[in-house]
């Protein structure tokens, strides 16, 4: 079974705090991305990346930034983070299939 | 540019009735679709998928979908709602070319199953 793992599942930051969100997959997916999800909202898509060091904005990018130096294991920072960035961030992994497959997701609140 | 609507945020039946989630897509190409549930507190799992093979689509837990591009809609449906199905569901569209596969979701939709 392909298992995406999120290293942290309930995080309070404070204001202006760096946020690093890890998240690994552990079937050499070319494909990850972040989403953010909130009530009525669904989920829309902050980044996402094809390959090592490669990565691009989805829909919502402002706030945050992300890394990826190996294959399996994709970040998400927020570089100061803010109360409007309290959210759940899921992180995903697909390979050319079209079935993605989430983390069981990161549950961050900004005090 | 692809979108999904997703008809009714909240839908509550009676345990042993037809569940029936609504879903309308847009999409300048061929679509890829897809129904997802996220049970509380946790990630979101496939339940399904459309990928223009045949247009009924059965998944997992008894549901099943049907692609109809004249209408643009991915309903899914369910005969008899369990307890067990209360968990929100979203609807997701990707275009089957390119773009890394990236979903476009809908808002979801609460399912509540009542005794």
């Known amino acids: 079974d392909v298992k995406v793992t999120q290293s942290s599942r309930y995080l309070v930051k404070r204001t202006g705090e760096k946020v690093f969100l890890e998240c690994v997959q552990d079937?050499?997916?070319?494909?990850m991305f972040w989403y953010r999800q909130d009530p009525g909202l669904g989920l829309r898509l902050i980044y996402f990346?094809?390959?090592?060091?490669?990565?691009e904005k989805g829909d919502i990018p402002e706030g945050y930034s992300v890394s990826r130096e190996k294959k399996e294991r994709f970040s998400l920072i927020l570089e100061s983070a803010s109360t409007n960035q309290t959210s759940m961030y899921l992180c995903?992994?697909?390979?050319?299939?079209?079935?993605?497959?989430f983390g069981e997701g990161s549950w961050l609140t900004v005090v | 540019a692809q979108s999904v609507t997703q008809l009714g945020s909240h839908v509550s039946v009676s345990e042993g009735a037809l569940v029936l989630l609504r879903c309308n897509y847009s999409?300048?190409?061929?679509?890829?679709l897809f129904w997802y549930v996220q049970y509380p507190n946790q990630g979101l799992q496939l339940l399904l998928k459309?990928?223009?093979?045949?247009?009924l689509v059965k998944g997992i837990n008894g549901f099943e979908a049907e692609f109809k591009k004249s209408e643009t809609s991915f309903h899914l449906t369910k005969p008899s709602a369990h307890m067990s199905d209360a968990a929100e569901y979203f609807c997701?569209?990707?275009?089957?070319?390119?773009?890394?596969?990236?979903?476009?979701f809908g808002t979801g939709t609460q399912l509540k199953v009542e005794l």
């Open positions: 995903a992994s697909t390979d050319s299939g079209n079935t993605i497959y």
């Open positions: 079937m050499d997916h070319e494909n």
């Open positions: 990346s094809y390959d090592v060091k490669m990565k």
């Open positions: 999409s300048s190409v061929p679509p890829y």
């Open positions: 459309y990928t223009s093979a045949a247009t």
């Open positions: 997701a569209v990707s275009g089957p070319t390119g773009g890394g596969n990236k979903l476009t």
